[in-house]
C-alpha cells in the first residue's frame, strides 16, 4: 500500500508505509480509459495493485480506476469498488464532446446538472446527486448529456444540443451519477472537451479503444491500412487526448487535494 500527501506547497506523493485502517475514508476516480487516466495517475504518484492504482494519506485512501466505456461497465465497476471500500467522493474524470458551439478543445466544463437521453435530469450543485426540482435554474453551458454512444459528426451534435439543451455529451456520467445519489456519495464529474460541436471524428474511431478503455492499435492500423486519409485525424485526435488528459490531471489533481484535506478536519 502507498501513503498520500499534500500541503498548498508540495506534490501529493506516495511513499511505502504500515497497513492502513481497513474502514479510513476512500475517494474514488474512475475514467472509461486508460489514456484519460494516467496522466492523473501519474500527478498524484499513485501506485499500481491489482488492477487498480492506490495512495494514502493518514485520513484518506485515494483509488483509480480504468472502468472500460459506456455506462453499464463504468456503473458496474463502481459498484464493485463499493463492496470493499468506504467511499467518501466519486471523481469521474474523462472526455466530453462539444454540442454547444464556443467550446474548445481541453476547456473545463462547469457541470451542474447532468441529463440522460430520456430528459431525467439530476442536480449535482449540492455534492450528492439528486432529481431536479427547479428545471427553470438549469442551463445548457452548465448540462452534460449522457448517452450510450459515441457522437462523431457536428450535425449530430446539433440535434443533441437542440433536443437537451445541453453544452456536451458523455456515455458514463449519468449512470455515475445515478448511483452516487442512491447511496448519498457526492459525486464530481471532472470533464474537459476533446472534440468540439463543429469537430467530425471518423466512424472508425469507436473501434480504436477496447470496450475494456485501452487502445486498440491493431484495429487503429487496419483503419489506416484501408484508408491512408485517416493518418491526419488520427494524428489530430491524438493531440487532443494528450492536451484533454493532462488538464483533467490538473484539475482532477486539485479536487483530490480539497478532499482530502476536507476529510482531515
Known amino acids: 500500500m502507498g501513503s498520500l500527501g499534500a500541503d498548498e506547497h508540495q506534490e501529493l506523493i506516495?511513499?511505502?508505509?504500515?497497513?492502513?485502517?481497513?474502514?479510513?475514508?476512500?475517494?474514488?476516480?474512475?475514467?472509461?480509459?486508460?489514456?484519460?487516466?494516467?496522466?492523473?495517475?501519474?500527478?498524484?504518484?499513485?501506485?499500481?495493485?491489482?488492477?487498480?492504482?492506490?495512495g494514502e494519506s493518514p485520513t484518506t485512501r485515494v483509488i483509480a480506476k480504468v472502468t472500460g466505456m459506456g455506462p453499464t461497465s463504468a456503473a458496474a465497476a463502481l459498484l464493485r469498488l463499493l463492496d470493499h471500500a468506504k467511499v467518501a467522493a466519486i471523481l469521474n474524470i474523462g472526455f466530453a464532446g462539444g454540442l454547444e458551439r464556443g467550446l474548445t478543445v481541453g476547456e473545463l466544463l462547469d457541470i451542474r446538472w447532468i441529463i440522460n437521453a430520456h430528459d431525467e435530469v439530476l442536480d449535482i450543485r449540492a455534492g450528492v446527486p439528486k432529481g431536479a426540482e427547479n428545471l427553470i435554474e438549469r442551463t445548457p453551458l452548465r448540462s452534460l448529456l449522457s448517452v450510450d454512444y459515441v457522437v462523431t459528426s457536428p450535425v449530430a451534435k446539433r440535434r443533441l444540443y437542440e433536443k437537451h439543451l445541453a453544452a456536451s455529451?458523455?456515455?458514463?456520467?449519468?449512470?455515475?451519477?445515478?448511483?452516487?445519489?442512491?447511496?448519498?456519495?457526492?459525486?464530481?464529474?471532472v470533464r474537459v472537451v476533446s472534440d468540439p460541436a463543429d469537430m467530425a471524428m471518423p466512424i472508425e474511431a469507436a473501434r480504436w479503444v477496447t470496450p475494456e478503455g485501452e487502445p486498440d492499435k491493431r484495429a487503429a492500423c487496419r483503419d489506416l491500412l484501408r484508408r491512408p486519409t485517416l493518418l491526419p485525424v488520427m494524428l489530430r485526435l491524438n493531440k487532443n487526448a494528450k492536451l484533454c488528459a493532462q488538464a483533467l490531471a490538473r484539475h482532477t489533481k486539485e479536487i483530490v487535494r480539497r478532499e482530502v484535506s476536507r476529510q482531515a478536519q
Open 169 to 189: 455529451v458523455d456515455m458514463e456520467s449519468y449512470q455515475l451519477a445515478k448511483v452516487a445519489g442512491s447511496l448519498k456519495i457526492p459525486f464530481f464529474p
Open 14 to 54: 506516495v511513499t511505502v508505509t504500515e497497513p492502513q485502517p481497513a474502514d479510513r475514508k476512500t475517494i474514488t476516480i474512475l475514467a472509461a480509459t486508460s489514456i484519460e487516466l494516467m496522466p492523473t495517475v501519474q500527478a498524484l504518484n499513485l501506485k499500481s495493485a491489482g488492477g487498480l492504482w492506490i
